[in-house]
């Protein structure tokens, strides 16, 4: 198999350059974006599972730190520009609920004044003004009650006034009920408004992906490249639809329970504030400590989980070599260090809340008594104790949430910042086509002074010059590295040319479309790539407007027919998640049958039976004769034994045609071709 450049992942690489461009079969276009996600989300599962010890780079878990916060904040709240209107709505909503919130604790204090002070008025005696009942408690010695009621509104002998406490209980429902309902409203139009950004998001990195050149996806991680437009873009969606609304209801919340807070008594309130930065300190002090204790965790983890892995996949081995007793060893050591590290960490983080809680109690504490005396005093009253002693309690909640917010927050923001960087990235140059070519081309190629180089530092293809005749069978092949993959990725423009220029019929390829280009290109390669569904539609794929009669008379023409009809639901019969219920050979067979479906003008077969064995060689040989017929066919192999019969075949070195000719003229050359040929026909008689 050629690997004619550098790539991130070696494995399936030439899968997953053909899903990428979308070329397994002609016409060679884009698959849907539903197959390609599912395709991309398969392979993904094949290869490896991420875990976060990867990070960004497998694309499993999401960012959790942003490179650039503000910049990339900034273009992330950016896409909410065109929602103005709506999210000012929702800030009115918000503010209109949280006013509502806050306050509804102070009536509520109100209707408790009013129950205190009934009872209070009820056993004194009425006919008297409240002077004049305080006056006389002091007279009596009895200074304490007096500076009580000196804190009241009464009227001696009244009782409770049950209208008056039946209106606050009324209006305290009432505010809640109505902030309740502006919650839902606000949270209603905010899940619209995040929908229409996160729907335009997702388009807009689907229309990229399409605009990007094929080198971008050659240097990064498929995983890498699945997570930035699913997971990361899952996250933004997240961190908009929860983070934004509750920051801003929790900062709210925060400024005004502080400010009512503050309302009823300062000096109350000053009582509340000094434990803010005491829990400050107090978890500081404990998250570092707990921090170090969780990456010795997370170490211990991926080293035991390593042993574990490599434990299994070897056991055979472990076995024959009579190694269970060590290898048991090991992994109790493992276990054992696991365990400590564990325990240390959850231990540690798991005084972070008993600490702050203690804070927090010693701040009702406080709170409680101080108001105690300011009540007694009559400094303030029941109800107003009743109302701090409720925001106090209230007052750490918004704190949490916005900590926990904010967490979500800067993740969705790293994510933003991902998928900006694939928003960003260079595209491929865009079409400049003005010339067209009939629907069914001659296929004749040349190659003109061509030359390329994926790295400015690296030449790979050097002023390579030759033709392919219309009907010719034309053989590339040539060590690893010789650029045989390049030559054929060339022509279908999936990389553009430093110098020269390469013509269908006599057009150049770049006053071409690139969609009407590939669209009389078909490839079958050595990966079979099929898609989820019926082996009917894997073969319909290459043709949507193809027949029945069609899709079955090139199905008989590559063979595939003679396998299907043996199967219980025939054409019927669905390609299971990983493809194992269809063999090697058949899913060539099968991508054979898509490109006769397609029938293009020029057929590209990249080593398309090095993975299947002899007998099903000679099967895919065949089809690939049908297919061959009446078309301009370029063929890449190893093995030379299955291009004998090309019109020409290329003998590449260093990215230059170095022989050409026929299978017999090369061999009585006896260049670069024979000694290649030779040391393939040695080696199969070693064998």
């Known amino acids: 198999m050629s690997t004619d450049k550098p790539r991130a992942n070696k494995a399936g690489t030439r899968k997953e350059r053909t899903r990428r461009s979308g070329a397994q079969v002609a016409p060679v276009a884009a698959p849907t974006p539903g197959a390609a996600a599912d395709a991309e989300a398969q392979v993904l599962d094949e290869e490896f599972t991420p875990t976060e010890a990867d990070g960004d780079m497998f694309g499993g878990v999401p960012a959790k730190k942003a490179k650039h916060f503000w910049p990339s904040a900034k273009r992330l709240f950016g896409l909410l520009a065109p ?3 709506a999210i000012s709505v929702v800030l009115v909503m918000v503010v209109v609920a949280v006013v509502l919130n806050v306050i509804a604790p102070r ?10 002070n009934g009872i209070i008025s009820r056993d004194l005696p009425s006919g008297l003004t409240q002077e004049q009942v305080i006056d006389r ?12 009621l000196t804190g009241m509104e009464f009227i001696p002998g009244a009782g409770i006034d049950f209208g008056v406490l039946g209106r606050l209980i009324l209006v305290v429902l009432g505010m809640y009920l109505v902030s309740s309902l502006f919650m839902w409203l606000q949270g209603y139009v905010l899940n619209k408004i995040v929908m229409r950004v996160v729907f335009t998001l997702r388009r807009a990195t689907e229309e990229k992906l399409n605009r990007l050149p094929l080198g971008y996806f050659d240097t990064r991680q498929r995983g890498d490249m699945l997570s930035r437009v699913t997971n990361d873009v899952d996250n933004v969606q997240q961190a908009l639809q929860q983070a934004f609304a509750q920051l801003i209801m929790s900062a709210l919340s925060l400024i005004g329970i502080t ?15 000094i434990a803010l930065p005491l829990s400050a300190i107090g978890a500081g002090i404990i998250g570092v400590r707990s921090q170090k204790l969780f990456a010795a965790q997370w170490k211990n983890t991926g080293q035991l989980n390593g042993h574990i892995e490599e434990s299994f996949s070897g056991y055979d081995l472990v076995r024959v070599f009579g190694r269970e007793k060590e290898s048991l060893a090991q992994f109790d050591e493992k276990n054992e260090e696991l365990y ?22 010693l701040s009702y504490v406080g709170i409680a008594v101080v108001g105690g005396l300011r009540v007694a005093s009559g400094s303030m009253t029941l109800g107003d104790a009743t109302a701090f002693i409720q925001y106090s309690r209230e007052f750490n909640q918004p704190l949490s949430q916005m900590a926990g917010m904010a967490n979500m927050l800067q993740s969705g923001v790293a994510s933003a910042e991902r998928v900006f960087e694939l928003l960003d990235a260079d595209e491929q140059d865009p079409d400049t086509a003005t010339e067209t070519l009939p629907a069914k081309t001659d296929g004749h190629v040349a190659f003109e002074n061509v030359s390329f180089r994926y790295t400015p530092d690296k030449p790979l293809i050097d002023d390579l010059t030759f033709a392919a005749r219309p009907g010719e069978t034309v053989a590339i092949v040539g060590p690893t590295g010789a650029g045989k993959t390049t030559l054929v990725n060339l022509v279908m423009r999936f990389y553009e040319l430093n110098s020269g220029r390469i013509t269908v019929d006599n057009v150049d390829i770049t006053h071409l479309s690139r969609a009407e280009l590939r669209s009389k290109v078909g490839m079958v390669l050595q990966d079979a790539w099929l898609f989820g569904g019926s082996i009917y539609d894997n073969i319909r794929y290459g043709n949507l407007d193809a027949t029945e009669e069609q899709v079955m008379e090139a199905a008989k023409a590559t063979y595939v027919d003679r396998f299907v009809r043996a199967l219980p639901d025939g054409y019927d019969t669905l390609i299971d998640e990983d493809g194992n219920n269809v063999s090697a050979g058949e899913k060539q067979l ?3 049958a898509r490109a006769f479906l397609a029938n293009p003008s020029l057929l590209i077969l990249d080593e398309a039976t090095s993975s ?10 065949h089809a690939m004769a049908a297919l061959r017929t009446d078309r301009t066919s370029f063929v890449i192999a190893h093995r030379l034994s299955t291009i004998r019969d090309a019109d020409i075949i290329l003998m590449m070195e260093d990215g230059r045609i170095v022989e050409q000719g026929s299978h017999t003229e090369l061999l009585e050359a006896q260049g670069a071709y024979y000694r290649l040929y030779m040391s393939q026909f040695a080696a199969a008689r070693v064998e």
């Open 83 to 85: 929602e103005k209107a």
């Open 137 to 148: 408690l002091r007279a009596q010695g009895q200074d304490q009650f007096a500076d009580l």
């Open 590 to 592: 099968i991508t054979i």
């Open 612 to 621: 299947v064995d002899t007998r099903t060689e000679l099967l895919v040989q």
């Open 107 to 116: 009536v509520l204090g109100n209707a408790m004044d009013v129950i205190f």
């Open 259 to 273: 400010v009512m807070m503050f309302i009823v008594s300062w000096q109350l309130a000053l009582i509340a504030l």
């Open 340 to 361: 400590r590290a564990s325990f240390g960490a959850q231990f540690v983080s798991g005084m972070i809340m008993p600490v702050m809680q203690f804070i927090s109690y």
